[in-house]
């Protein structure tokens, strides 16, 4: 499976945006999907994560309550409501298809193939 990221932008403090993540084909139902970020001059962190099924979503402390991950087999894709942006926001955001091994759905490592990258760029 191939992966495309889309969806950031420039948007003031408190704003929303919707990232999607389209997937090449329909094998992208049999994926774990993750977020993850990376913000200048940091390391790549884990912002949320959903299972093949959708049943299980999980989060990342600084970003719970603000943010929310969705997919949709049918249309091959996944998503990322951020609402309530902050500065702190501010990066490229990734996404990633992979299979729950026990570590974590946190964990990198479990992710086989990523997407591009979004910017997203939160102004103060």
């Known amino acids: 499976v191939q992966l495309q990221a889309s969806g950031g932008g420039l948007v003031q403090t408190g704003g929303s945006l919707r990232l999607s993540c389209a997937a090449s084909?329909?094998?992208?139902?049999?994926?774990?999907m993750a977020w993850f970020r990376q913000a200048p001059g940091k390391e790549r962190e884990f912002v949320a994560a959903i299972s093949w099924s959708g049943g299980i979503t999980n989060y990342a402390t600084s970003v719970k309550g603000r943010f929310t991950i969705s997919r949709d087999n049918a249309k091959n894709a996944v998503y990322l409501q951020i609402d309530s942006l902050i500065p702190e926001d501010t990066a490229v955001y990734y996404c990633?298809?992979?299979?729950?091994?026990?570590?974590?759905?946190?964990?990198?490592?479990?992710?086989?193939?990523w997407g591009q990258g979004t910017l997203v760029t939160v102004s103060s």
């Open positions: 084909d329909r094998t992208f139902s049999m994926y774990d």
């Open positions: 990633a298809a992979g299979h729950y091994r026990g570590s974590g759905y946190s964990v990198e490592g479990n992710y086989d193939v």
